[in-house]
């Protein structure tokens, strides 16, 4: 799946809602059933997605990875991988494997092919025309197959709209649940803690 570290880590059963207060609390609350619901009721080709948003140090990459981990338990084929590795794959299927005779197998497949695929940290990427046309190959095949998806974004709405295309944010905000991280930097937070 490319998380064994993370998920060695991270999981539902240690996600800590103490660090959010008051309306935070509240919907991270929220927030943290449906994503718990959707890693408990995954079905192959269910066409169900997730959109995470929020900015960093908020549980985005904890909840993605406690997801994966439970959908792999049940036997699910899971791929977690952050934006820029992924398009970094599609830049070398179209621009370098030519000169790669050696390899056989597409490094782009497992990204349409598996059953839930996380794309972590969209917005990071170095973005131009190329990687929003693999973003809309992505989402747009998944979608057409019912084959689920989770991205992350630190970006805001309106970041998104700005950065990627409509063909791109009028499916990741018409054909996703969108999940609004809020709160205060969890990591600062351990640190004040003494927890890290």
Known sequence: ???????????????????????????????????RNFANTFRENSGRNLLFIGMTGLGKTHLSSACAKAIIE??????????????SDFEYERFS?????DEQSSKTDRYFECDLLIIDDLGTELSNQFTTSCLYNIVNTRMCAGKSIIINTNLKRGELMEKYQDRV?????????????VGRDIRSQKLERGRY
């Open 74 to 87: 049940r036997g699910f084929d899971v791929v977690y991988e952050s934006a820029q590795n992924i398009f």
């Open 97 to 101: 494997r030519g000169y790669n005779n």
């Open 169 to 181: 944010t009028s499916r990741l905000f018409g054909e996703f649940e969108v999940c609004l991280f």
């Open 1 to 35: 799946s490319g998380i064994g570290k993370l998920i060695a880590k991270q999981n539902f059963e240690n996600f800590d809602l103490s660090y959010y207060k008051g309306a935070e609390y509240e919907q991270m609350s929220r927030v943290f059933e449906s994503v």
